[in-house]
């Protein structure tokens, strides 16, 4: 080996230094990046020199390389925030977004919404995720950009009331009259429905025992809600009959008349179901419907599906990513779910910049799923995650650096002295 490969070989371990500077420095440049992942450069030996040929031993070798730069996805730092678009997976996995290169990888979760109502990145790219059904019920397999959608979600009529009760079978028979309901009846109720405008309208439900196990319920509204009402006058839109067994549970519901006509607006003949649970001629166990037991009559509870038209009010995500938007009227629609996609090596994504990755050959595909499903680490809302370079163990890898720097240039100016020192001969 002469002295001239050494010079080759101090100045492979010059660059060696330099490229781990490089990397070393990205990383402490990148501290404060969001969902950063440090690297770290990983060196080789290089082809060596052989004195015995082919038989191998008594090797020199020729210097180093930069191998490997490694990303490194260890859990970064979650801190919580108030923004309710911040999202933080903890665990495996990546945010998926729609780039200009297609689809790209993120573990930066600092997002918000657009004029369009769409979510985006900083750079405007669209979050994908899962998309739910027409109501806002369920969360589809259907995949797309999470959307807001329509702030202001439509009226919805009232088609059915729940009713959850017991009538008192120790109560007189008495005879109904819809001129007189208070008196004439023996329990009534009230409760809010819908017209299909929205228009929010009160209904009186009277009970009138016929005889032992027979009960009617005649459902009225103020005239002043009905066409052609008188105001103070209650007018009769639905009626029916309730049967009871001797055990006092609901054998049978016989509805009657059904047409409500609202006035100001409200289509003509409404129609909305009385259910007071099912009963044993449909199946039931008597336990989940009304009862005439020797007690008080009462309502425990009373349910419609009807609602007013309504504007939104605010937005949350939770550990699932689902983002739900809350409307005035009290009503919550699931929007959408944020996807996330996992791979079998991490490690060999290509970095775009930006805060993205995207897949390669040696990376896999992505594989999209659900938050906390088949690996894929769970998505923490009002949160974002901080870089995982640890400034201190990166300031001593500096360290190391340029020590290893400096000898190598010691290397260099060795052999150039022993150089010098050949040419010196000839004198």
């Given at each position: 080996?002469?002295?001239?490969?050494?010079?080759?070989?101090?100045?492979?371990?010059?660059?060696?230094?330099?490229?781990?500077?490089?990397?070393?420095?990205?990383?402490?440049?990148?501290?404060?990046?969001?969902?950063?992942?440090?690297?770290?450069?990983?060196?080789?030996?290089?082809?060596?020199?052989?004195?015995?040929?082919?038989?191998?031993?008594?090797?020199?070798?020729?210097?180093?390389?930069?191998?490997?730069?490694?990303?490194?996805?260890?859990?970064?730092?979650?801190?919580?925030?108030?923004?309710?678009?911040?999202?933080?997976?903890?665990?495996?996995?990546?945010?998926?977004?729609?780039?200009?290169?297609?689809?790209?990888?993120?573990?930066?979760?600092?997002?918000?919404?657009?004029?369009?109502?769409?979510?985006?990145?900083?750079?405007?790219?669209?979050?994908?995720?899962?998309?739910?059904?027409?109501?806002?019920?369920?969360?589809?397999?259907?995949?797309?950009?999470?959307?807001?959608?329509?702030?202001?979600?439509?009226?919805?009529?009232?088609?059915?009331?729940?009713?959850?009760?017991?009538?008192?079978?120790?109560?007189?028979?008495?005879?109904?009259?819809?001129?007189?309901?208070?008196?004439?009846?023996?329990?009534?109720?009230?409760?809010?429905?819908?017209?299909?405008?929205?228009?929010?309208?009160?209904?009186?439900?009277?009970?009138?025992?016929?005889?032992?196990?027979?009960?009617?319920?005649?459902?009225?509204?103020?005239?002043?809600?009905?066409?052609?009402?008188v105001p103070g006058k209650m007018m009769e839109m639905a009626n029916g009959t309730l049967?009871?067994?001797?055990?006092?549970?609901?054998?049978?519901?016989?509805?009657?008349?059904?047409?409500?006509?609202?006035?100001?607006?409200?289509?003509?003949?409404?129609?909305?179901?009385?259910?007071?649970?099912?009963?044993?001629?449909?199946?039931?166990?008597?336990?989940?419907?009304?009862?005439?037991?020797?007690?008080?009559?009462?309502?425990?509870?009373?349910?419609?599906?009807?609602?007013?038209?309504?504007?939104?009010?605010?937005?949350?995500?939770?550990?699932?990513?689902?983002?739900?938007?809350?409307?005035?009227?009290?009503?919550?629609?699931?929007?959408?779910?944020?996807?996330?996609?996992?791979?079998?090596?991490?490690?060999?994504?290509?970095?775009?910049?930006?805060?993205?990755?995207?897949?390669?050959?040696?990376?896999?595909?992505?594989?999209?799923?659900?938050?906390?499903?088949?690996?894929?680490?769970?998505?923490?809302?009002?949160?974002?995650?901080?870089?995982?370079?640890?400034?201190?163990?990166?300031?001593?890898?500096?360290?190391?650096?340029?020590?290893?720097?400096?000898?190598?240039?010691?290397?260099?100016?060795?052999?150039?002295?022993?150089?010098?020192?050949?040419?010196?001969?000839?004198?």
């Open positions: 080996m002469s002295i001239l490969s050494s010079f080759n070989i101090g100045v492979t371990g010059l660059n060696a230094a330099g490229s781990s500077m490089g990397v070393i420095g990205d990383n402490i440049a990148n501290a404060g990046t969001f969902g950063f992942k440090s690297s770290r450069a990983e060196f080789q030996d290089m082809i060596a020199n052989s004195l015995k040929g082919i038989d191998g031993g008594d090797q020199i070798g020729s210097g180093t390389k930069l191998a490997h730069v490694t990303p490194q996805f260890t859990q970064g730092t979650v801190a919580r925030t108030e923004n309710i678009t911040d999202l933080a997976i903890n665990g495996n996995g990546f945010f998926v977004v729609d780039a200009p290169f297609g689809k790209g990888y993120t573990r930066d979760g600092a997002f918000h919404f657009d004029k369009d109502g769409y979510m985006i990145n900083g750079d405007g790219y669209r979050v994908q995720g899962f998309l739910s059904d027409d109501k806002g019920k369920e969360i589809t397999n259907k995949q797309g950009s999470i959307k807001l959608g329509n702030t202001t979600i439509p009226a919805t009529a009232t088609t059915e009331v729940g009713v959850s009760m017991n009538l008192d079978s120790r109560e007189n028979v008495k005879r109904f009259d819809p001129a007189n309901p208070d008196k004439t009846s023996n329990f009534n109720t009230s409760m809010t429905v819908y017209d299909n405008v929205g228009t929010a309208r009160l209904v009186s439900v009277y009970f009138n025992k016929l005889q032992d196990g027979n009960w009617e319920y005649h459902a009225m509204v103020d005239g002043a809600d009905a066409t052609g009402g049967r009871f067994n001797a055990k006092g549970q609901l054998d049978e519901e016989i509805p009657g008349l059904n047409s409500f006509n609202f006035n100001k607006g409200a289509a003509q003949g409404q129609k909305i179901a009385f259910n007071f649970g099912e009963s044993l001629k449909e199946g039931g166990t008597g336990l989940d419907a009304a009862t005439q037991y020797g007690s008080k009559s009462s309502v425990a509870r009373h349910t419609q599906d009807g609602s007013s038209a309504a504007t939104l009010a605010s937005m949350s995500f939770n550990d699932e990513g689902i983002l739900t938007a809350v409307y005035d009227n009290g009503e919550q629609r699931n929007l959408g779910q944020v996807a996330v996609a996992k791979f079998e090596n991490n490690e060999a994504l290509f970095k775009t910049g930006k805060n993205l990755f995207k897949q390669t050959l040696k990376s896999g595909q992505a594989a999209l799923g659900k938050p906390g499903a088949d690996g894929r680490g769970e998505v923490l809302s009002k949160s974002i995650e901080q870089s995982n370079v640890d400034i201190a163990q990166e300031f001593i890898a500096l360290m190391g650096a340029q020590r290893n720097f400096q000898a190598n240039t010691k290397t260099i100016t060795t052999s150039d002295q022993m150089l010098q020192e050949v040419l010196n001969i000839k004198r």
